[in-house]
């Protein structure tokens, strides 16, 4: 298992090196270079992520935990279990306290998410406006849904990226991510639709740390 300090002296690679996280990033790889189109990649993708969903002993309890450090805030963890040193493919889980829920955000790149460990509620909104104002945008709901264990969904952005999700279980939710992007180190948005506020922002990584410092834009 890898602790703090192992893992930000390995902060790419595999920081988490088990079979199953092995088996689907080879296939994530391969899926990405034979593969051109990106609903076709997910879909050759999906059997890999579901058999890793369904898998027991590959992730370390540490990174099934809350993080009270979180730079999401309230208590989320995020913890990188493989990044490709390129950046451009990254494996996460995300624990989200009972009851805590993340801010609205996006995360620009395609992938899978699904959920390992308890349930969540996801509320998904539609942008209505075009998007040349990089500090307001106008938000509604498209869709909202209960996320189970065993559950997963693929994202092709900008179609249903920007989205929350708040754990409805009595334990906290874990959640498996598959981005193609170093999701935590790049600048993202959070949104507040009641305001339409828009806010760059980076989440970091609760385990290793980003290329560049997580300060203000
Ligand atoms: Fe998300």
């Given amino acids: 298992m890898c602790?703090?300090?192992?893992?930000?002296?390995?902060?790419?690679?595999?920081?988490?090196?088990?079979?199953?996280?092995?088996?689907?990033?080879t296939e994530t790889k391969r899926a990405a270079a034979e593969i051109g189109d990106t609903a076709a990649r997910l879909e050759a993708l999906k059997p890999a992520f579901a058999a890793l969903l369904a898998s027991d002993g590959w992730l370390p309890p540490k990174y099934a935990s809350p993080d009270d450090t979180s730079g999401?805030?309230?208590?989320?963890?995020?913890?990188?279990?493989?990044?490709?040193?390129?950046?451009?493919?990254?494996?996460f889980s995300l624990v989200i306290p009972a009851g805590a829920e993340t801010p609205v955000h996006d995360h620009l790149a395609w992938g899978l998410i699904g959920i390992y460990r308890g349930r969540q509620h996801e509320t998904v909104y539609r942008r209505l406006d075009d998007?040349?104002?990089e500090a307001r945008a106008v938000l509604e709901v498209s869709r909202s849904q209960v996320m189970d264990t065993g559950q997963f969904y693929s994202l092709i952005p900008p179609l249903d990226d920007i989205h929350y999700v708040k754990t409805v279980s009595d334990e906290p939710s874990v959640s498996i991510h598959l981005l193609a992007n170093?999701?935590?180190?790049?600048?993202?948005?959070?949104?507040?639709?009641?305001?339409?506020?828009?806010?760059?922002?980076?989440?970091?990584?609760?385990?290793?740390?980003?290329?560049?410092?997580?300060?203000?834009?």
């Avoid at 790049?186 to 560049?212: K, L």
Wanted: charged share 25%.
């Fill in 182 to 217: 170093d999701t935590a180190c790049v600048w993202r948005h959070r949104f507040e639709p009641a305001t339409g506020a828009v806010q760059a922002f980076r989440s970091g990584y609760s385990n290793a740390p980003c290329p560049e410092p997580l300060t203000a834009r």
């Fill in 72 to 91: 999401m805030g309230s208590g989320i963890g995020q913890y990188a279990l493989y990044r490709a040193e390129d950046r451009s493919l990254t494996l």
């Fill in 3 to 25: 602790d703090l300090k192992h893992a930000s002296e390995h902060a790419f690679g595999y920081l988490v090196d088990a079979p199953e996280i092995r088996a689907l990033v």
């Fill in 131 to 133: 998007g040349r104002d």
